[in-house]
């Protein structure tokens, strides 16, 4: 089922909705024919979507990617620290 929630209010007060399949299947936009994972549009927008029969691939990163992110995430929390640190007796 296609649904559509409330996202964001964007600076200009524009109201945002999410439109996304509940089931994690594409969605396609039948105004243009392109598919999403999802879609955001205003409030008052007039797009129409249906759900895909095709399923958004789940994402599981791997062994080295979790890795490479903890790795850099112990370099900014140790470059965070030196900057918090300076000139501090």
Same mark, same amino acid.
């Given at each position: 089922?296609?649904?559509? =929630?409330?996202?964001?209010? /964007?600076?200009d007060?524009?109201?945002?909705? %999410?439109?996304y +399949?509940? %089931?994690?299947?594409?969605?396609?936009? =039948?105004? @243009?024919?392109?598919?999403?994972?999802?879609?955001i549009?205003?409030?008052? +927008? @007039?797009?129409?979507? @249906?759900?895909?029969? +095709?399923?958004? *691939?789940?994402?599981? *990163?791997?062994d080295?990617?979790?890795r490479? /992110?903890?790795?850099?995430?112990? +370099?900014a929390?140790m470059e965070?620290?030196?900057?918090? @640190?300076?000139?501090?007796?």
């Open positions: 089922m296609i649904v559509r =929630e409330f996202y964001k209010t /964007r600076a007060g524009v109201n945002l909705y %999410k439109i +399949s509940d %089931k994690t299947k594409y969605i396609l936009q =039948e105004d @243009t024919g392109l598919i999403y994972n999802l879609a549009d205003t409030e008052h +927008s @007039t797009h129409t979507y @249906t759900e895909t029969d +095709s399923d958004i *691939p789940k994402y599981s *990163p791997t080295a990617e979790l490479v /992110r903890t790795t850099d995430l112990e +370099s929390v965070l620290a030196a900057l918090l @640190t300076e000139g501090v007796e």
